[in-house]
Nanobody
Framework: QVQLVESGGGLVQAGGSLRLSCAAS???????????MNWFRQAPGKEREFVAY???????NYADSVKGRFTISRDNAKNTAYLQMNNLKPEDTAVYFC?????WGQGTQVTVSS
């Protein structure tokens, strides 16, 4: 069992920045560093969509809609993944979830005003 807790969401004006954190309590016998970490988001009335992932070795990938504006990273010593979001747009408004394997956090709300 892995517990994921997101934080860092909030209300920001368009063009602003936020950094989301995802703190993980790793299952016994498996370390945080062994998990691929993902960020997803879900806007009202829409399906959950992929935002970014970071592999165990640090390779990253992003949805086209956030490429160049968002940066995913991880600190294995702190069992934490991050999502740095810059130049935010109103269409980035959503609940953001982190994911590892079959485990999901509860989500953190990001609202971008125009």
């Amino acid at each position: 069992q892995v517990q994921l807790v997101e934080s860092g969401g909030g209300l920001v004006q368009a063009g602003g920045s936020l950094r989301l954190s995802c703190a993980a309590s790793a299952a016994s016998g498996r370390t945080f560093s062994s998990y691929i970490m993902n960020w997803f988001r879900q806007a009202p009335g829409k399906e959950r969509e992929f935002v970014a992932y970071i592999l165990t070795g640090g390779t990253t990938n992003y949805a086209d809609s956030v490429k160049g504006r968002f940066t995913i990273s991880r600190d294995n010593a702190k069992n934490t993944a991050y999502l740095q979001m810059n130049n935010l747009k109103p269409e980035d408004t959503a609940v953001y979830f982190c994911n590892a394997n079959v485990y999901w956090g509860q989500g953190t709300q990001v609202t971008v005003s125009s």
